[in-house]
């Protein structure tokens, strides 16, 4: 297997300097750099077979065609799918579980319901749970956290009731970097009669995924942060939860037939998938599952491991630096460190690192409900992936120890 220098040579973009420095990429959480073989199979659509897939008895049409339907093959078979028509293609997973809200939550979703999500979603899986919520007069309720930021098993078992239609859970936490026992979320979910959503943006890029064996009635994800193109995202649904949700889009090629007064749709996917679609991108999605499976996702994770390990210890030296969700001791820690420098703002502090070709997240990661509750308003974020080196590491670290400096404390 290659080390992770031989992956660096893989990724062009992180052969260049940031701010005349060779760049120091942390902020994978946020999206993954893209592999040459990503770049070529998008590159080798448009230069080689551009056309409208699905619309066409000439050549180029069929070739797209292929690609688009390869990709959702693939895609079947990485997430332990049943069937490739449970596949459904978005823009991203924000868009997959807003569809997922909007067909399914406002059908199923009545007066007095209750919707059970985690504290530490993202925006893409709460706000389109409010939106429901307040659309059909139904309850909001939450699963808070354990001291070292796990989910709550008291809680787990107290919020989902019989009154119970959705609970939707992030299977990794996209700012503690913790996995959640979603298996457990699901079969309390599935036990009061509730359908379990489960976002897997934070994990599809990190572990091997089943989602048959997760019973997961719906999982989300987006391309961009597996290596794979912006602009393409997948949902999947069980088939018979799909089957029966009306159209989120309307318009071309998700139909049947079309009267001046009526209109039946196409049979799953194609039912959701309204419009040209992304063929470039899921050309792209293609290769970029080429790319995992070749590494295998035991070495991806054995990377990130490695690498919190060496982290940790060397931010506990420093007494400056806050640590969340760095505490569990359920063996559950994914490649993803969040922290504070104290007296210092998180954007001053990506601003500094910045200066030394340090690229980390800085702000709310699109969970203020999770922030409010952890006492922060803000928080900087690290987050590796499998081209990061321990070299990279030193050098956030070294230039961590400039910041406050930088603003004129003594320490």
Same mark, same amino acid.
């Given at each position: 297997m290659a080390d992770k220098q031989d992956f660096l040579r893989d990724f062009p973009l992180l052969g260049k300097r940031m701010?005349?420095?060779?760049?120091? @990429? /942390?902020?994978?959480?946020? &999206?993954?750099?893209?592999? !040459? %073989?990503?770049? $070529? %199979?998008?590159?080798?659509? @448009?230069?080689?077979?551009?056309?409208?897939?699905?619309?066409?008895?000439?050549?180029?049409?069929?070739?797209?065609?292929?690609?688009?339907?390869?990709? #959702?093959?693939?895609?079947?078979?990485?997430?332990?799918?049943?069937? *490739?028509?449970?596949?459904?293609?978005?823009?991203?997973?924000?868009?997959?579980?807003?569809?997922?809200?909007?067909?399914?939550?406002? &059908?199923?979703? $009545?007066?007095?319901?209750?919707? +059970?999500?985690?504290?530490?979603?993202?925006?893409?899986?709460?706000?389109?749970?409010? $939106? +429901?919520?307040?659309?059909?007069?139904?309850?909001?309720?939450?699963i808070y956290l354990e001291s070292d930021g796990n989910l709550s098993e008291e809680d787990i078992e107290k919020t989902i009731t019989e009154r119970t239609k959705i609970v939707a859970v992030t299977q990794v936490s996209n700012v503690l970097g913790l996995k959640n026992d979603v298996r457990k979320v699901v079969q309390k979910a599935h036990s009061v009669g509730a359908v379990a959503v489960v976002d897997g943006s934070q994990s599809v890029a990190h572990m091997a995924v089943d989602v048959q064996a997760m019973d997961a009635d719906f999982f989300a994800f987006s391309g961009h942060k597996m290596l794979s193109p912006m602009g393409i995202g997948v949902l999947y649904g069980k088939e018979a939860l799909l089957d029966a949700m009306p159209p989120f889009l309307t318009g071309?090629?998700?139909?049947?037939?079309? !009267?001046?007064?009526? &209109? &039946?749709?196409?049979?799953?996917?194609?039912?959701?998938?309204?419009?040209? $679609?992304?063929?470039?991108?899921?050309?792209?999605?293609?290769?970029?599952?080429? @790319? /995992? !499976? #070749?590494?295998?996702? *035991? #070495?991806?994770?054995?990377?990130?491991? !490695?690498?919190?390990? @060496?982290?940790?210890?060397k931010l506990r030296e420093l007494p400056y630096i806050e640590l969340y969700g760095c505490d569990s001791k359920r063996d559950n820690k994914t490649g993803i460190i969040t922290f504070?420098?104290?007296?210092?703002?998180?954007?001053?502090?990506? %601003?500094? /690192?910045?200066?030394?070709?340090?690229?980390? #997240?800085?702000?709310?990661?699109?969970?203020?409900?999770?922030?409010?509750?952890?006492?922060q308003n803000a928080t900087c974020r690290a987050s590796f992936y499998l081209y990061n080196t321990k070299e990279d590491v030193d050098r956030w670290i070294d230039a961590l120890k400039k910041v406050r400096g930088v603003l004129g404390y003594g320490d």
């Open positions: 701010n005349g420095k060779p760049i120091v @990429y /942390l902020d994978n959480g946020a &999206t993954t750099q893209k592999p !040459e %073989s990503v770049i $070529q %199979s998008m590159c080798g659509y @448009y230069g080689g077979c551009n056309a409208n897939p699905h619309r066409g008895a000439y050549a180029l049409s069929v070739q797209a065609t292929d690609i688009y339907e390869t990709a #959702r093959q693939r895609v079947a078979k990485f997430i332990g799918a049943k069937y *490739e028509k449970e596949i459904v293609f978005t823009k991203n997973a924000t868009e997959a579980l807003n569809l997922v809200a909007y067909s399914y939550g406002l &059908t199923n979703v $009545q007066a007095g319901d209750e919707i +059970v999500l985690t504290i530490a979603e993202h925006h893409s899986n709460l706000v389109p749970w409010q $939106q +429901v919520a307040h659309a059909k007069g139904a309850a909001l309720k939450y071309g090629d998700m139909i049947e037939y079309v !009267e001046e007064q009526a &209109t &039946t749709f196409a049979e799953l996917p194609a039912k959701f998938e309204a419009g040209t $679609q992304n063929v470039g991108g899921a050309a792209g999605l293609t290769a970029a599952i080429d @790319y /995992l !499976e #070749r590494i295998t996702f *035991e #070495r991806v994770e054995a990377i990130e491991k !490695e690498l919190v390990e @060496y982290a940790l210890p504070n420098v104290k007296d210092v703002h998180p954007h001053d502090v990506a %601003s500094i /690192l910045d200066a030394d070709g340090v690229a980390v #997240r800085a702000g709310h990661h699109c969970a203020q409900p999770l922030m409010r509750y952890l006492g």
